[in-house]
């Protein structure tokens, strides 16, 4: 398996207080990414990054910011957590972006609930 | 209409059985397919790429199909461990890597 770990794996928080959830691998790898996954709509890309300190918006970017400051952690932060950011969360990595080696591995997961 | 849409099932599939499911595309500049496994409450794996080929994988094969837009999974002798739901995964696009998944099929392999 990659080396993938997100932390923590469970969070419960209130409405208005900041989150942040981390995803470390040991993999190397320089591209790293956020997903967001919900009943109905799957999952959904939240940002990435191909680099550090490079990050880009994916589909449901609102409400998020990332921080890339070393090739091994992506941080994702919900700088005033709501109710519809209740969700899982996976962090995935891969080696490059097109052609060969571009497949994605995703870390366990983090159950984080908005109260 | 969804960029990339599955049959949710779940199909029931006895074991020893074969199942086999497609995955329709909507973008035709689509570069790579995935299909990835997902338990219950765990993060998906990566089951196999797509090729245009056609490419196997011990009970598993999965076809492209660019004509027509979709991929198919293939999965031979179904063990009870077969049961999960199967992503079909989409890259829409060649910069960044973005991921389009498709929602899900569930499969239940039954003694």
């Known amino acids: 398996d990659a080396g993938i770990t997100q932390s923590p794996r469970h969070k419960v928080t209130e409405t208005g207080t900041p989150v942040t959830l981390r995803c470390h691998q040991t993999e190397n790898h320089r591209y790293m990414y956020w997903y967001r996954q919900d009943p109905g709509h799957g999952l959904r890309l939240i940002h990435y990054?191909?680099?550090?300190?490079?990050?880009d918006k994916g589909e449901v970017s609102d409400g998020y910011s990332v921080s890339r400051s070393k090739t091994e952690d992506f941080l994702l932060t919900l700088e005033s957590a709501t109710s519809s950011q209740t969700s899982v969360y996976f962090c995935?990595?891969?080696?490059?972006?097109?052609?060969?080696?571009?497949?994605?591995?995703f870390g366990p997961g983090t159950r984080l609930t908005v109260l | 209409r969804k960029e990339v849409e599955q049959d949710p099932g779940p199909f029931n599939v006895p074991e020893g059985a074969t199942v086999a499911f497609n995955c329709t595309y909507s973008?035709?500049?689509?570069?790579?397919f995935f299909w990835y496994r997902q338990d219950c409450r765990k993060e998906p794996k990566l089951l196999m790429s797509v090729y245009s080929s056609g490419n196997e994988d011990g009970r598993f094969t999965a076809q492209l199909n660019r004509a027509s837009q979709y991929i198919s999974l293939l999965i031979r002798d179904s063990k009870l461990s077969d049961s999960a739901t199967y992503l079909c995964?989409?890259?829409?696009?060649?910069?960044?890597?973005?991921?389009?998944f498709g929602g899900g099929t569930r499969v239940l392999v039954k003694p």
């Open positions: 973008n035709s500049a689509s570069q790579s």
């Open positions: 995964v989409v890259n829409l696009e060649a910069a960044g890597n973005k991921l389009t």
């Open positions: 995935a990595i891969s080696a490059s972006a097109a052609g060969a080696n571009n497949e994605q591995f």
């Open positions: 990054s191909y680099g550090v300190k490079d990050t």
